[in-house]
């Protein structure tokens, strides 16, 4: 990076991070350790730039410090830079930047009156003492070192758990760190289809008639069109969902809806601490009980990954505990093949799905975001972040 350059810099502090700035934009802020970079002639001190028009003195009204101006302006940057460091502070600089000839260090450097240390080549001996710093056994890489208590979420959803379950470096970039992610085109579609199915049974629990031509158009009003590979992917995902609509009305329009309940949320607490959710859709049963329904895009589950879903228990639970239903039926909806796939769970499911949440949650507590590379991080957003991203 260049002088001048500034990219956007992360705004948490107190965590494992690296800002990258300008000496300018660090004033005022403070860190455990600083590197100061490219610290050889002509680039700090920079080249004078003289101003385009020259100003007659009289015009100025300050007064100007005597000497060379841009040089003491230089070497107050340089003060600054190095008064950022808490604890460490590296002044470093290379002989060779790509040019002919090699780099002549800052004048800066030998005002310090520091000794100056060339590292040609890391041997065994230095890259141990690197490992101190920023390697495996540094105290800056011990996640129990770091406070990240105020960071984790104060309440917890299934998602959550899912993510620390798949991977704990996942869980800790998106909930943790907060790293934006582009938009996905798969909860494009899902948002979507869960969108226009809401308001379709909403209007029939209200006594309205919707046709199929209604049902398109709330389809296309709530179409979300982000994330899509490119026009043509967009157009064939449309299509498609028309197509999925098109079977579920043909499906259930002529029927009457036992609906109790449509995106009903709930909170529960589990094991101190706070467990959100929301049910797509709650129908009465003639038991007297009730049948848990969550749509899904994609492809189906297998009975026997539904009878172990941990979403399908935690749903159970809520149903019971916090919306004092029996849930007589639990049913995942593939809207895609059409399929309907139903389960149970007995009591001893649910204590054994609490077990699980408050294990997860005192791991996400103490700070434990090991990386688990699989085959799934081809999916993953931050797979061109990670630097533990499976590569096959
Ligand atoms: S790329 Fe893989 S290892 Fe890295 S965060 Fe994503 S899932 Fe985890």
């Keep these: 990076m260049e002088a001048g350059d500034n990219p956007a810099q992360a705004e948490l502090e107190d965590i494992d991070t690296i800002n990258l700035m300008t000496v300018h934009a ?35 009204k300050e007064t100007l410090p005597s000497g060379d101006e841009h040089i003491q302006e230089e070497r107050r940057l340089f003060y ?15 002989k060779n930047y790509g040019g002919k000839r090699e780099k002549v260090p800052s004048g800066f450097l030998g005002e310090t009156g520091l000794k100056m240390e060339y590292v040609g080549k890391v041997t ?22 770091i406070n990240i208590e105020h960071l984790v979420p104060q309440t917890m959803s299934y998602t959550q758990i899912d993510t620390y379950n798949a991977c704990p470096l996942k869980y800790k970039y998106s909930y943790i760190l907060r790293i934006p992610t582009l938009p996905n085109y798969a909860l494009s579609f899902g948002t979507t289809m869960h969108e226009t199915l809401k308001e379709f049974h909403t209007k029939r629990m ?43 009305f043909n499906k259930h329009a002529a029927g009457k809806d036992n609906i109790e309940a449509l995106e009903k949320s709930f909170n529960l607490r589990v094991g101190g601490t706070n467990f959100f959710g929301r049910i797509d859709r709650i129908d009465n049963l ?34 019971k505990e916090a919306l004092g239903l029996k849930p007589d039926l639990l049913t995942l909806y593939f809207l895609e093949s059409g399929e309907r796939v139903s389960t149970t769970r007995t009591p001893d499911d649910l204590v054994k799905q609490k077990e699980k949440i408050v294990e997860t949650v005192e791991n996400i507590k103490k700070g ?6 699989t085959i799934q991080c081809g999916w993953c957003d931050y797979k061109d972040i990670c630097p533990f991203a499976y590569k096959g």
């Design 80 to 94: 600054v830079g190095m008064t950022r460091a808490q604890k460490y502070l590296y002044l470093t600089l290379a």
């Design 26 to 60: 660090s004033k005022g802020l403070e860190y455990p350790v600083v590197f100061m970079v490219n610290l050889v002639a002509d680039r700090f001190p920079t080249r004078n730039k003289r101003d385009v028009i020259d100003v007659p003195v009289e015009l100025i």
């Design 206 to 248: 209200f006594g309205k008639e919707v046709s199929l031509e209604d049902l398109y158009e709330i389809y296309e009003r709530k179409w979300i069109p982000l994330g899509y590979d490119d026009e043509k992917h967009r157009t064939e995902r449309f299509e498609s969902g028309k197509r999925v609509l098109e079977e579920y």
């Design 286 to 319: 003639e038991s007297g009980g009730v049948e848990i329904i969550d749509y899904k895009t994609g492809t189906a589950k297998s009975q026997k990954d539904v009878d172990r879903d941990a979403q399908v228990t935690i749903y159970a639970m809520a149903a």
């Design 124 to 145: 065994d001996e230095k890259s141990g003492g690197q490992d101190t710093l920023f390697g495996i056994t540094s105290p800056f890489r011990d996640p129990k070192a």
């Design 368 to 373: 434990e975001f090991e990386a688990n590379p």
